[in-house]
Nanobody
Framework: QVQLVESGGGLVQAGGSLGLSCAASGNIFSINDMGWYRQAPGKQRVLVAA???????NYADSVKGRFTISRDNAKNTVYLRMNSLKPEDTAVYFC???????????????WGQGTQVTVSS
C-alpha cells in the first residue's frame, strides 16, 4: 500500500503566502506525475498544478505566476508554494501521485486526505 500525507495549509489573509507538502510512503518502486488538486464547496475537484518525474510542470491558468510546484524525488515529496493568495483560492487541497509499486508493472493513482486552505478578504 501507498500513503500520501499532506501538511501545511491553514488560514491566511488575502495577499499572503502558504506552503503545502505531501510525502508518499509505503510500497513504492517509482513515481511518475505528482500534483495538487483543489475542491471548493459545491464545486468539482480541479487540477491546480502538476509536475513530472523529470520536473516538467503544468499549472491552472488561475494560479500561473502565483503558485509554484516542486518535488524532491529522493524524498518522494511534492510541494506547492502559494503566493499572492486570493479568497477564491479557498478550498480543500489534495495531493495526487501516480505510483508504481514493487512487484507491479502498472501505475496507480493515489490521493492524500486533503488539507484546508482558507484565504480571508
Amino acid at each position: 500500500q501507498v500513503q500520501l500525507v499532506e501538511s501545511g495549509g491553514g488560514l491566511v489573509q488575502a495577499g499572503g503566502s502558504l506552503g503545502l507538502s505531501c510525502a508518499a510512503s509505503g510500497n513504492i518502486f517509482s513515481i511518475n506525475d505528482m500534483g495538487w488538486y483543489r475542491q471548493a464547496p459545491g464545486k468539482q475537484r480541479v487540477l491546480v498544478a502538476a509536475i513530472g518525474s523529470g520536473g516538467s510542470t503544468n499549472y491552472a491558468d488561475s494560479v500561473k505566476g502565483r503558485f509554484t510546484i516542486s518535488r524532491d524525488n529522493a524524498k518522494n515529496t511534492v510541494y506547492l508554494r502559494m503566493n499572492s493568495l486570493k479568497p477564491e483560492d479557498t478550498a480543500v487541497y489534495f495531493c495526487n501521485a501516480d505510483v508504481r509499486s514493487r512487484g507491479v508493472v502498472f501505475y496507480r493513482q493515489y490521493w492524500g486526505q486533503g488539507t484546508q486552505v482558507t484565504v480571508s478578504s
